[in-house]
């Protein structure tokens, strides 16, 4: 305790050499205003270099469909009457106009240009899409529908054909596994907040065999997860649905995974043991299902897991401590599941988490002499066996931690091996800090009599 007023007065002895130094200067007339502070502020002084304004700013590069304005071609004249059809302003040619409202893009074909994308945001219920104006527009080969409340659309053959990319958000009223089924040459599909009626999704991802990315989310789809899966899928998002049964094995087939999210389904049963198969997974969501049986071990092969979350299910057994050892992790969400031991983590690992609950599983309990109380956790302690101590943890304030800058000096402490239960200390540390307070006036006193003295 009696060193950190003497460390002040190491640290003032040295600024008044310092200010010494400068009184005695050559370079620093002693007719200069007050030499009061500047020292110790010049090292926040070098101005900053303001944004330099470029001299000549660089005109983003221009999208690659877009030629010099001299040679450009038009859009082909059949398709500007699609749209036109579809209430799409033409005035301006909508292969070079910025995308306002309805989004277009266009190749760089000659004597005519052709829509490659088009993505209808916001529509009026009124809009119909013609068969006529779909067989023109064949050479789409991404249709997204935002916000657009226009009846279901039946797509010919010839503009199936083409379409590789396919988004339905809150649009089109309901949508059929038949008809999305038929779309059979995506890469991408993305319909949400669209009811979509099938007896389950297998049905749509069996008969598409380029898929790499699909969502189907929010959707009231119901039935089991495809035992078949197309095995260059990269991106599953079936969550929000009314999904049952169990995770199938093949789905650990899945190399190239990298995104899985199954959350908010009826799911039940144990996860794969083979599930550290998925090499390329980085996020992955089983949350809110009825889901039961460990952490499989197998996980810990995974290299660049970031985001864990099997919250709100009936997990058990212990949570396993290679969790510790994966590099990647920053989310990590097991809440609300039956899991019980002692959590393998200390501070350091779950300060490296962007995200980090445990609570809700009343049987795990945490190491009070590797983890803070004050990590909040929402468990208990362990007792020495390992089992949580009863009742369970209580936030009620039990020190001295809401009344002084507690948040700012558990920085480094819990780091440390023998973290003393800070509770005992509460009152002690506020008379400490009127002692360094009033020191520290006095100090400051002394030394400023010293100075003038000084520089006089
Ligand atoms: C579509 O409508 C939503 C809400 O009505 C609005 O926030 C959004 O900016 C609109 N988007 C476009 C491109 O008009
Ligand atoms: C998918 O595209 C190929 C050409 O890329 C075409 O031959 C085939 O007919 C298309 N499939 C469907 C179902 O349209
Ligand atoms: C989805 O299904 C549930 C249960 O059958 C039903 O209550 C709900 O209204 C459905 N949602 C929509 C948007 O139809
Ligand atoms: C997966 O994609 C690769 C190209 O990335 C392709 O060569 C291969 O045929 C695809 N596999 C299947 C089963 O479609
Ligand atoms: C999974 O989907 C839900 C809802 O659709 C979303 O809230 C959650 O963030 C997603 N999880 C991941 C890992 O992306
Ligand atoms: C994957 O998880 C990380 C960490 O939680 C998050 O920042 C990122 O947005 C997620 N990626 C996707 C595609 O949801
Ligand atoms: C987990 O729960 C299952 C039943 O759901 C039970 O058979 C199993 O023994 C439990 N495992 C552990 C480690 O508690
Ligand atoms: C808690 O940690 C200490 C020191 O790391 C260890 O000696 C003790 O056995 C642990 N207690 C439990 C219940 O694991
Ligand atoms: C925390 O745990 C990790 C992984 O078990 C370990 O590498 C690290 O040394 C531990 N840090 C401290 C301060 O105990
Ligand atoms: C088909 C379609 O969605 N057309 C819309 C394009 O944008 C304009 C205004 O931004 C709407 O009026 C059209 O309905």
Redo the contacts with the bound molecule.
Sequence with gaps: MEHKPSTFLIILLLLSYNLNIYCASPHSPKSSPPPDISPIKSPSSPSKPTTRPSPSPSLPSPPKSSPSPSVRSELDPKQLQALRSLNIPTAKDPCFQPSLHNATLCDSGKPFRHLVSLRLINCSDDVQMSITALKSLRTLRDLEFLNCPIPPVHLPDEFIANLRSFTCVNSLHKLTGIWLGRLKNLTDLTVSQVIVNTRGPSIILGNLNKLRSVTISNTNLTGFLPKKWHLNLTHIDLSGNRLRGKVPTSITLLSDLEFLNFSSNALTGVLPSSMGDLLSLKNISFASNSLSGPIPDSMSEIPGLLHLDLSSNQFNGTIPKFLTKMKELKYLNLENNNFNG?IPFNGSFIKRLAVFKVGGNSNLCY?H??LSSKLKLGIAP?????LPVLPPPDSSYDSSGSSDGSSSDDGSDNESSPPQSDHRHGPSKIVLGVAIGLSSIVFLIVFLVLLSKRCA
């Design positions: 002692v190491n002499s590797s362990c007792d020495k066996d390992g």
